[in-house]
């Protein structure tokens, strides 16, 4: 250490300085007082060095050191544009994060190239970009929340772990672009078009969408929650496991895609196409479907679950092994449509067109289908329990092989109709008529037959006990081998070549038997009787009237006196087990000394009636609530 001069003290004093103060004292006093007297210059001297070393550094860095969250200033965007510029002019590379660095916030640029430009972790939050050229473009971890990128152009973009919160992408273009884990929520996505992109793991909430175009894009596990997606495009796309509940997508079109295990819960398809389209293993419970077209498409192993189907039209359809119960469709057009080993239980088809459809192996249990035309229509192999058809036109109706129990076929026009080998026990038909029509091998166990007309029809082959035929009119009709036991037929033609046993041909002698168990008494007027020990038990008195009467000490368990009129009648001492008084109005009446074990009184109308020293708490809750 001969000679403190010069610049080999400089180093000393940065080096004596970071490694400790008080070392640097020490050093310092061991020193005589010529060479104490270089130290203030010298650090006078290192104070210069180190600000032009800092004036440099932010020089290299271009923009500076800038607060994390403060905006470019317009002289910073102006020295970025000019430098992109230049680069383009020489075709040389972009590099915007090794010259001015990552935060790029506020930055403002319009109608530049910025193809194969990195974008990588950086901050372009709140810029606005303009018909800018973004392709080749790596934006992994970038972000661009509050950002307006409008008919910018993003082709082959890497965009992974990019977040544009709030952002704008309007009219812009993403083409082969790979877009991961990103999150575009509440930004505004009108007009952009996805063309052959893959998508994943990329959230869309609440996103403003209208126009939105998917061409040839693969989406997966994706969120679109409340997504506004007005007039979008789905065109070839593949969309799997994504969530769409609550979204916006009327006006859209979805034509030659797949659309598999998505939820569409609560999502709005009014006045959209649906077209050679897959819907697999997806949820659309809750949706709505209003004035839109579903042509040559397929919904599988899907959820259609309380979705209101109205004014649409639906052609070349399948639907399998789906779940439409409580579905409404309302003034909808079916065409060549096939439902088969769906779930349509209490379905509704009102005021709708049927034409050309198969139901095959379906569940369809309290179905209704009324006002409504059906047409060269196929139903087999279903269940169709507890389903009514009603004031409707049926023209080539083919049903067969299936089960109606418990139904109601009211007010129908049947012409050239089928109904072949079902179980019609306790079915009800009222007001029907039937042209050129056909009913072969049918069990009409305790069926109803109540203002029918038959022209040029056949009931034959057929079964029906204790049932009943009130006001059958027909013509030029063949009943060859209809069997009739234990029937009761009233204010009808008579029916030729039927086999009959039993049969009562009025009241007066269906009451002269004891034993009248499972008979059919729906919609009779029964007054002024006095009966004692009958037999009635599993019968029914649907709407029937029974006024003035005494059936004493007699058995009515299990029966069904749905919507039943009783006035001024005397059940004592009668066993009313399991029995069901639905919508029944009972007045002036005595049930003393009644077994109401299990009886059901709830929803009936009870005045003015005795239920004295009957042995059921249960039925006396009943009582009490019909009363």
């Known amino acids: 250490m001969s000679s403190l001069t010069g610049n080999?003290?400089?180093?000393?004093?940065?080096?004596?300085?970071?490694?400790?103060?008080?070392?640097?004292?020490?050093?310092?006093?061991?020193?005589?007082?010529k060479k104490r007297k270089y130290i203030p210059r010298m650090i006078l001297k290192l104070s210069n060095i180190m600000m032009v070393l800092l004036l440099l550094t932010a020089h290299r860095a271009g923009v500076g050191i800038m607060p994390k969250n403060k905006l470019l200033t317009p002289k910073q965007n102006e020295e970025i544009r000019k430098y992109i510029d230049t680069q383009n002019a020489k075709k040389a590379p972009i590099e915007l994060k090794k010259k001015?660095?990552?935060?790029?916030?506020?930055?403002?640029?319009?109608?530049?190239?910025?193809s194969h430009t990195d974008f990588s972790n950086v901050d372009i939050s709140n810029a606005q970009f303009i018909r800018v050229n973004l392709s080749y473009c790596d934006l992994t971890n970038a972000t661009a929340n509050g950002s307006v990128i409008q008919e910018c152009k993003l082709e082959q973009s890497m965009m992974s772990q990019f977040q544009a919160i709030n952002a704008d992408f309007g009219a812009s273009k993403f083409i082969k672009s790979e877009i991961h884990n990103s999150d575009f929520s509440e930004s505004n996505l009108e007009d952009s078009r996805f063309d052959a992109c893959n998508i994943q793991n990329t959230k869309f909430v609440n996103v403003i969408a209208k126009s939105i175009h998917f061409l040839n894009s693969t989406i997966v596990n994706s969120n679109f929650q409340s997504a506004s997606i007005s007039l979008g495009k789905f065109h070839r796309s593949k969309l799997i496991n994504n969530n769409f509940l609550g979204a916006d997508l009327t006006?859209?079109?979805?034509?030659?895609?797949?659309?598999?295990?998505?939820?569409?819960?609560?999502?709005?398809?009014?006045?959209?196409?649906?077209?050679?389209?897959?819907?697999?293993s997806s949820i659309l419970s809750h949706a709505v479907i209003d004035n839109t077209k579903i042509n040559n498409s397929r919904f599988s192993q899907s959820s259609l679950t309380n979705v209101p189907i109205l004014l649409s039209v639906i052609t070349n359809t399948t639907f399998d092994h789906s779940d439409l119960q409580q579905a409404y469709f309302s003034t909808t057009t079916l065409d060549k449509v096939v439902f088969i080993k769906?779930?349509?239980?209490?379905?509704?088809?009102?005021?709708?067109?049927?034409?050309?459809?198969?139901?095959?192996?379906c569940q369809a249990n309290y179905a209704i289908i009324t006002q409504g035309a059906i047409s060269n229509t196929t139903i087999n192999q279903s269940q169709l329990n507890n389903i009514a058809i009603k004031h409707s036109e049926s023209s080539k109706l083919v049903i067969k092989d299936s089960y109606m129990d418990d139904?109601?076929?009211?007010?129908?026009t049947f012409k050239e109709s089928n109904f072949n080998n079902i179980v019609l026990i306790r079915t009800r038909f009222r007001d029907n008529k039937f042209y050129h029509s056909y009913l072969n091998l049918l069990n009409l166990q305790q069926a109803a037959f109540i203002n029918n007309f038959f022209d040029s029809s056949s009931l034959k082959?057929?079964?029906?006990?204790?049932?009943?035929?009130?006001?059958?009119?027909?013509?030029?009709?063949?009943?060859?081998?209809?069997?009739?036991?234990?029937?009761?037929?009233?204010?009808?033609?008579?029916?030729?070549?039927?086999?009959?046993a039993n049969i009562a041909y009025s009241l007066n002698q269906a009451f002269s038997y004891q034993d009248l168990s499972s008979m059919n008494f729906s919609e009779l007027k029964i007054s002024g009787y006095n009966l004692s020990n009958i037999?009635?038990?599993?019968?029914?008195?649907?709407?029937?009237?029974?006024?003035?009467?005494?059936?004493?000490?007699?058995?009515?368990?299990?029966?069904?006196?749905?919507?039943a009129k009783i006035n001024q009648s005397d059940f004592k001492n009668s066993n009313f087990t399991n029995t069901k008084f639905t919508l029944a109005k009972i007045s002036n009446s005595n049930f003393d000394n009644a077994n109401l074990n299990n009886t059901d009184l709830n929803l009936s109308n009870i005045k003015d009636s005795t239920f004295n020293n009957t042995n059921s708490a249960y039925s006396t809750n009943s009582i009490a609530k019909a009363l």
């Open 407 to 412: 139904s109601e076929l009211i007010n129908v």
């Open 251 to 280: 006006h859209s079109h979805f034509s030659f895609s797949k659309v598999i295990a998505n939820y569409l819960e609560s999502s709005d398809f009014n006045y959209s196409t649906i077209d050679n389209s897959t819907f697999f």
């Open 535 to 563: 037999n009635l038990q599993n019968s029914i008195f649907r709407r029937t009237s029974i006024s003035n009467t005494s059936i004493t000490d007699s058995d009515f368990s299990n029966c069904n006196f749905h919507e």
């Open 342 to 361: 769906n779930q349509l239980n209490k379905v509704t088809f009102s005021k709708s067109n049927i034409n050309n459809t198969v139901i095959h192996e």
């Open 100 to 114: 001015f660095g990552t935060n790029l916030r506020g930055l403002r640029l319009i109608s530049l190239d910025l």
């Open 8 to 33: 080999n003290i400089i180093p000393l004093i940065i080096y004596i300085l970071m490694i400790d103060r008080q070392l640097f004292f020490r050093y310092f006093k061991t020193l005589n007082s």
């Open 461 to 500: 082959n057929s079964v029906m006990i204790g049932g009943i035929m009130n006001n059958v009119t027909h013509k030029n009709c063949d009943f060859n081998k209809l069997q009739l036991t234990n029937c009761i037929i009233l204010n009808s033609d008579k029916i030729e070549n039927a086999i009959t």
